[in-house]
């Protein structure tokens, strides 16, 4: 048997963080690095999803890491199930009346 799926189990991304990778990506495609990047951000009163300052570090694991889930959200994931039994059980009530 071989079963074909794609790797859906990931945690939907909130609007805030959409917002900032979207941000993040516009401003790096403007030719801005990391660092200058996360000084636009604090400067602007953006904090990190979790209540943070920015820092060039910052920056770069936000677009690493959505890069990472949309290439896993695209990829087919192919298992094979090899030397293995089926059984069927009949469902029926036992002790009713």
């Known amino acids: 048997m071989v079963l074909k799926t794609r790797n859906l189990l990931v945690a939907p991304y909130s609007d805030y963080q959409q917002f900032l990778h979207d941000t993040i990506q516009d401003l790096q495609d403007n030719g801005m690095g990391y660092r200058k990047i ?14 943070k300052r920015f820092y060039g570090n910052h920056v770069f694991s936000i677009l690493k890491r959505k ?17 293995f039994d089926l059984e069927f059980i009949e469902r029926k009530l036992i002790n009713s009346i």
Not at 40 to 51: A, D, S
Not at 67 to 82: A, G, I, K, N, P
């Open 38 to 51: 996360a000084v636009w951000l604090n400067e602007n009163g953006y904090q990190t999803p979790r209540g």
């Open 67 to 83: 890069r990472q889930r949309d290439e896993r959200l695209t990829r087919e994931v192919e298992v094979e199930y090899r030397n």
